[in-house]
């Protein structure tokens, strides 16, 4: 979960809110100084040194602050992205959702649900796969966290998209009996989210 800056403020030592401190005033800067091609900004250097000035348990948090403030865009996402190691790479899909991308950084998402790493496929799975992950590729991203063992309490927008959701039933039946078929347990988050198709969706209301 990402921590705000307050709360940021209030676990920091000193320094480390100095630093934090010159860092987004970096990033505020490049956000109205676009990129020249000639170089990357010095708030991105930040982005990748943040762990060692602000914590492990904060690196997170304090640059998704960064790519905020610098209104990062889909390029620059992008980038930060495809060169940034397995804790970056997890920074960036944490923070999707915070930043004005549209569909841009699917792609991203997409990306980090082919890797079996269970960090990069629970961040992949937060608020922005659930605006913007077609129905089957939210499907395949909920097997993939049954499959990874990802907690399903990961998935962002579980109950409102699995409610009602027929073809993810059959899909969960079919991987509990290939499961079972092979000797494998079947996750118990399987159950739940199957308890969930079998339940009625909504039905829309009436507009006045």
Same mark, same amino acid.
């Not at 320094?15 to 800067?29: F, K, M, T, V």
């Not at 397995?86 to 920074?91: C, G, I, L, P, V």
């Not at 998935?155 to 409102?160: F, I, N, Q, S």
């Given at each position: 979960?990402l921590t705000?800056?307050?709360?940021?403020?209030?676990?920091?030592?000193?320094?480390?809110?100095a630093?934090?401190d010159?860092a987004?005033a970096?990033?505020?800067?490049?956000?109205?100084?676009?990129?020249?091609?000639?170089?990357?900004?010095?708030?991105?250097? #930040?982005? *990748?040194?943040?762990?060692?000035?602000c914590?492990?348990?904060?690196?997170?948090?304090?640059?998704?602050?960064?790519?905020?403030?610098? #209104?990062? *865009?889909p390029?620059v996402?992008? #980038?930060?992205?495809?060169?940034?190691?397995?804790?970056? +790479? +997890?920074?960036?899909?944490?923070a999707?959702?915070?930043?004005?991308l549209?569909?841009?950084?699917?792609?991203?998402?997409?990306?980090?649900?082919r890797?079996?790493?269970? +960090?990069?496929?629970? *961040?992949?799975?937060?608020?922005?796969?659930?605006?913007h992950?077609?129905?089957h590729?939210?499907?395949?991203?909920?097997?993939?966290?049954?499959?990874?063992?990802?907690?399903?309490?990961a998935?962002?927008?579980?109950t409102?998209?699995?409610?009602?959701?027929?073809?993810?039933?059959?899909?969960?039946?079919?991987?509990?009996?290939?499961r079972t078929?092979?000797?494998?347990?079947?996750?118990?988050?399987l +159950?739940t989210?199957?308890?969930?198709?079998?339940t009625?969706?909504?039905?829309p209301?009436?507009?006045?």
């Amino acid at each position: 979960m990402l921590t705000g800056r307050e709360e940021l403020d209030d676990r920091l030592p000193g320094a480390a809110r100095a630093w934090l401190d010159e860092a987004l005033a970096d990033a505020a800067h490049a956000a109205g100084h676009p990129e020249d091609g000639t170089g990357h900004p010095p708030w991105e250097l #930040r982005f *990748a040194s943040a762990g060692r000035h602000c914590g492990p348990e904060h690196t997170d948090s304090v640059r998704a602050l960064l790519l905020v403030a610098a #209104r990062a *865009a889909p390029s620059v996402v992008s #980038r930060l992205y495809a060169q940034g190691t397995a804790a970056e +790479r +997890r920074a960036v899909l944490l923070a999707l959702h915070r930043l004005d991308l549209g569909s841009a950084a699917l792609p991203l998402v997409e990306d980090a649900l082919r890797t079996n790493d269970t +960090r990069l496929v629970a *961040a992949a799975v937060g608020p922005y796969a659930a605006t913007h992950l077609d129905a089957h590729g939210w499907r395949h991203a909920v097997l993939k966290c049954l499959f990874t063992e990802v907690s399903v309490e990961a998935v962002a927008g579980l109950t409102d998209r699995a409610r009602g959701d027929t073809e993810l039933g059959r899909m969960l039946e079919d991987f509990a009996a290939e499961r079972t078929a092979a000797g494998r347990p079947v996750p118990a988050d399987l +159950r739940t989210v199957l308890a969930l198709t079998a339940t009625p969706a909504p039905a829309p209301t009436e507009e006045s």
